[in-house]
Nanobody, 122 residues
Framework: QVQLVESGGGLVQAGDSLRLSCAASGRTFSSYAMGWFRQAPGKERDIVAAISWNGSTYYAESVKGRFTIARDNAKNTVFLQMNSLKPEDTGVYYC????????????????WGQGTQVTVSS
């Protein structure tokens, strides 16, 4: 198990940027695939981006070219750089960890953070 704590959310205007961080506890962080999910009001939680233990990345079509996921295994942290934000990016962003990268890409995770709110005004 790994404990996850997100930070970096906030209220921004369309076109602005934000960087989310997720700090993980545990000595096996580098073995996990990590991901960011988003839950918009009234909608299901969907994957936004994922990164494997060795750096392979996946992005939802809606964020390709605007969001970048990265990890720092030395600091047990995963980041989501969000540029050119749109109102439809609004939601609660959750950090997730899963051993199997393919499972994470398919929306399944064993470990979740508490979420951080991102609100993009038009």
């Amino acid at each position: 198990q790994v404990q996850l704590v997100e930070s970096g959310g906030g209220l921004v205007q369309a076109g602005d940027s934000l960087r989310l961080s997720c700090a993980a506890s545990g000595r096996t962080f580098s073995s996990y695939a990590m991901g960011w999910f988003r839950q918009a009001p009234g909608k299901e939680r969907d994957i936004v981006a994922a990164i494997s233990w060795n750096g392979s990345t996946y992005y939802a079509e809606s964020v390709k070219g605007r969001f970048t996921i990265a990890r720092d295994n030395a600091k047990n942290t995963v980041f989501l750089q969000m540029n050119s934000l749109k109102p439809e990016d609004t939601g609660v962003y959750y950090c997730a960890a899963q051993y199997r990268y393919i499972s994470l890409r398919n929306g399944r995770a064993d470990n979740w953070g508490q979420g951080t709110q991102v609100t993009v005004s038009s």
